[in-house]
């Protein structure tokens, strides 16, 4: 990491949160990092990972850094995503917060799995139960 005066990249955001999930779409939102470097932040950064995919990809940047809240759009149904953000400065992008478990789209019909990581060593998962109503006729 490169030091200058006392000045570095910021810490890692804090307590990284799935706040909503559709067919397309997964919500994240975040505490500020408990140091800024030194300097104030500039943006956060959000990258994805698919599924079984071993490297990342930007998913974002949420330049309103007192927002601490992003969207990924455009999802696949039914799909496993992981999620990482990390906080900016003039010096660098800092520490990575990552989701411990991944967070799964909902599917059309059936069940789908959300992971609510309220900080990165504890984890709360629930099952969600879509049932869809059958009409037979006789």
């Not at 990491?1 to 570095?8: E, R, T, V």
């Not at 939102?29 to 698919?50: A, F, H, I, N």
């Not at 992971?115 to 990165?120: E, L």
Request: overall charge positive.
């Amino acid at each position: 990491m490169f030091h200058w005066f006392g000045i570095d990249v910021p810490s890692e955001p804090r307590k990284l949160a799935v706040t909503s999930v559709s067919e397309k779409s997964i919500g994240l939102c975040w505490d500020q990092p408990e140091s800024d470097g030194g300097c104030d932040l500039t943006q956060y950064v959000v990258d994805m990972r698919k599924g079984t995919w071993l490297s990342w990809q930007r998913a974002g940047v949420s330049s309103l850094v007192d927002e601490r809240r992003y969207t990924a759009l455009a999802l696949t149904a039914g799909q496993q995503y992981m999620f990482r953000v990390a906080a900016v400065n003039h010096i660098g992008v800092g520490d990575w917060a990552e989701l411990t478990q991944s967070v799964t789209t909902k599917r059309a019909h059936g069940t789908s799995t959300v992971t609510h990581c309220y900080h990165r060593y504890y984890c709360t998962v629930v099952i969600i139960f879509v049932v869809h109503k059958m009409h037979i006729r006789t």
